[in-house]
T-cell receptor, first 117, second 114 residues
Framework: GAGVSQSPRYKVTKRGQDVALRCDPI?????LYWYRQALGQGPEFLTY????????KSGLPNDRFSAERPEGSISTLTIQRTEQRDSAMYRC???????????????FGDGTRLSIL | AQTVTQSQPEMSVQEAETVTLSCTYD???????LFWYKQPPSRQMILVIR??????QNATENRFSVNFQKAAKSFSLKISDSQLGDAAMYFC???????????FGSGTKLNVKP
């Protein structure tokens, strides 16, 4: 499809395991964002990329969280040594241009529901 | 730190009526952007409307309009002629100028009654 694709849709894993969440943005989109969304809450900014460069990672909760976008397209959010508090919906969004000033909105994916047992 | 507050967790409106969703934000900046996003049960986030802080004129998109009060740091969304398809979670978002970091409020769930 033409939208932002995230995989897996659901991930259930035991505490202490590492997980990798994938985001495939809309083709040609420059900016890519990662958010975490708790149930009944708004998205919480984690990090974003322009092309392959990570511009801001101030929202990553701690050093167990990392993200990469090595070729400026697909991105992976990795959580090491998962904890129960990491359970949430993780959303990816992409935007055609790298500036909020542009008229290009963020397009969100359906998210990955992560559950840590 | 920038914070966005949506004080109405849930609201209801009769079909064809008008409803206003409130949003306030806290910032010391003079230039920034404000957005309203809609998240229907499908969970996809959809941009509804945006406002640049340097523009005094309130943004309008068809049945959606905003009341931007910069001094009061208020950014409410008015939905006219409400339709059943408007039922969703609505999120207000603040973005600092020249930074692509979005701060979202906690959302308002809008119910539309037939």
């Amino acid at each position: 499809g033409a939208g932002v694709s995230q995989s897996p849709r659901y991930k259930v894993t035991k505490r202490g395991q590492d997980v990798a969440l994938r985001c495939d943005p809309i083709s040609g989109h420059v900016s890519l964002y990662w958010y975490r969304q708790a149930l009944g809450q708004g998205p919480e900014f984690l990090t974003y990329f322009n092309y392959e460069a990570q511009q801001d990672k101030s929202g990553l909760p701690n050093d167990r969280f990392s993200a990469e976008r090595p070729e400026g397209s697909i991105s992976t959010l990795t959580i090491q040594r998962t904890e129960q508090r990491d359970s949430a919906m993780y959303r990816c969004a992409s935007s055609l241009e790298d500036r909020v000033l542009s008229n290009q909105p963020q397009h969100f994916g359906d998210g990955t529901r992560l559950s840590i047992l | 730190a920038q914070t966005v507050t949506q004080s109405q967790p849930e609201m209801s409106v009769q079909e064809a009526e008008t409803v206003t969703l409130s949003c306030t934000y806290d910032t010391s900046e003079s230039d920034y952007y404000l957005f309203w996003y809609k998240q229907p049960p499908s969970r996809q986030m959809i941009l509804v409307i945006r406002q640049e802080a340097y523009k005094q004129q309130n943004a309008t998109e068809n049945r959606f309009s905003v009341n931007f009060q910069k001094a009061a740091k208020s950014f409410s969304l008015k939905i006219s002629d409400s339709q059943l398809g408007d039922a969703a979670m609505y999120f207000c978002a603040y973005v600092p100028y020249n930074f692509n970091k979005f701060y979202f409020g906690s959302g308002t769930k809008l119910n539309v009654k037939p």
